[in-house]
């Protein structure tokens, strides 16, 4: 469903969370009291629902942090601003990857970077819907040129992993982990995924498109199609204000220095801190990759950032992708 301006008004007078009455929105808006009725019944399908108490007026069940650019600018330091050349906040979009794949290829510079409320197609890995409900979490594309080609850059998605803890930490929130390759991981349950799209010739040049989805908080009832356990930042911390702005600056501040000079220092320069926040070492895991199955104990990453699984027959695997599924079961 579109949102339409009405409807980012009413919500941007109601993201306090507070009583506003029929009266006060109509006229902020300058349609009828029936006519906010029917636009607020409308908010309910993008999982906003809302409280009527007569004599009160109208009020959001959950108060609201919108995206304001100014605000996380606020945030951004100067060396970050210095590598950000465009900074859009996108009220709707289909996907905030999509859109800056699209972007690159019709010439728009390094340092691009799109945040959306709500994707009507936010992508995850492996052709998974990336659920995107409004306002509530972060999604996060940023497009960088690179002056080699794709293989320079392969382990960027673990570098981004690790500025993503770092930036989590900066917010005050410890305890994250990284699940090999692309997830954020908290108790076993998924938090966040990244999603590098990378484009460009073999010898050549190449751009890439980092995206990184957040839960912060996620409704249940939009939840229902995910269909791996996850979790968001209000029930890791119990905190029902996250500072949505502030988060998004501090993740500016973290990943563009990683990205920007990622071609310069490799997997290398992060493979430590990606070790120290690993949450599948250790465990007993299958990897799938397509219709194969394997089977054994996780033993990390080695020194390019492939995973490592140490076999039924004692030896020890090297895999470039896949996805792994786990058991909290932990061997020797
Ligand atoms: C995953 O499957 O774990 C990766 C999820 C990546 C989701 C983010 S949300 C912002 C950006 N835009 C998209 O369409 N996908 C990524």
């Known amino acids: 469903m579109n949102i339409s301006d009405k409807q980012k008004k009413i919500l941007t007078l109601l993201a306090d969370g507070e009583f506003h009455s029929g009266t006060e929105l109509a006229v902020e808006l300058g349609i009828s009291r029936s006519a906010v009725w029917k636009q607020l019944n409308g908010l309910a399908e993008l999982g906003l629902s809302h409280s009527a108490v007569s004599g009160k007026g109208y009020r959001l069940d959950k108060s609201l942090e919108l995206l304001v650019a100014s605000k996380i600018n606020e945030v951004v330091n100067d060396q970050v601003g210095?590598?950000?050349?465009?900074?859009?906040?996108h009220d709707q979009i289909d996907s905030t990857n999509r859109y800056l794949v699209e972007r690159a290829q019709n010439n728009a510079l390094s340092g691009s970077v799109c945040f959306?409320?709500?994707q009507t197609a936010g992508k995850g890995r492996r052709g998974r819907q990336w659920v995107s409900p409004y306002g509530c979490n972060i999604y996060l594309s940023i497009l960088w040129r690179f002056q080699q080609g794709p293989a320079a850059i392969s382990g960027l998605s673990l570098a981004v992993g690790v500025a993503v803890i770092r930036a989590l930490k900066e917010h005050k929130i410890d305890n994250i982990g990284l699940k090999w390759p692309n997830d954020i991981y908290s108790q076993g349950k998924k938090l966040g995924g990244i999603l590098v799209e990378v484009s460009g010739e073999t010898d050549g040049p190449c751009s890439?498109?980092?995206g990184l989805g957040l839960n912060l908080f996620l409704p249940e009832s939009?939840?229902?199609s995910i269909t791996q356990a996850w979790t968001d930042l209000s029930r890791i911390t119990?905190?029902?204000r996250l500072f949505r702005n502030k988060l998004?600056?501090?993740?500016l501040n973290h990943l563009l220095p990683v990205i920007?000079?990622?071609e310069s220092v490799g997997i290398k320069a992060y493979l430590?801190?990606?070790?120290?926040?690993?949450?599948?070492?250790g465990k007993v895991a299958t990897l799938f990759i397509g219709q194969q199955q394997f089977e054994g104990i996780v033993q990390g990453i080695d020194d390019n950032g492939m995973l490592l699984i140490k076999r039924p027959d004692g030896n020890v695997q090297t895999f470039a992708s896949g996805e792994v599924s786990f058991s909290d079961s932990v061997l020797q």
Not at 82 to 89: G, R, V, Y
Not at 248 to 251: D, E, Q, S, Y
């Open 272 to 281: 430590d801190e990606w070790r120290d926040y690993d949450c599948l070492s």
């Open 260 to 262: 920007a000079e990622y």
């Open 116 to 118: 959306a409320e709500y």
């Open 248 to 251: 998004a600056g501090i993740l």
């Open 208 to 210: 890439a498109v980092i």
């Open 222 to 224: 939009e939840a229902q």
């Open 238 to 240: 119990g905190q029902n």
């Open 82 to 89: 210095a590598l950000i050349s465009s900074l859009e906040i």
